[in-house]
């Protein structure tokens, strides 16, 4: 079972998917799990993405990413990025599930 999952549409019918596992989770640090976060999306920025959605099991990692929550210090630049990141595709959509 995963914990994140972001699913991406390239062009008309090619689409690309990865996740972060619970069992890998468990195991990364938020800043960890947000730096992942964060690569994924940079390699889309690089790919044009264009229908980014991202799926979070985990509230706490959901309120970051959606912007809902502060994130602490250390974590505040990546968040401030990744936010970033994901307002540069024309269509994104971060839910809790």
Do not use: Y
């Amino acid at each position: 079972p995963w914990v994140v999952k972001c699913t991406a549409q390239i062009e008309a019918e090619d689409s690309t998917k990865w996740s972060i596992s619970r069992k890998e989770f468990k195991t990364l640090s938020v800043e960890n799990t947000l730096l992942r976060i964060r690569e994924g999306l940079l390699k889309g920025v690089e790919l044009r993405w264009h229908d980014v959605t991202i799926c979070c099991r985990d509230k706490e990692l959901f309120n970051l990413i959606s912007g809902k929550n502060r994130p602490a210090w250390s974590s505040v630049i990546v968040v401030e990025d990744m936010c970033s990141l994901l307002a540069s595709f024309p269509i994104c959509v971060v839910s809790f599930v």
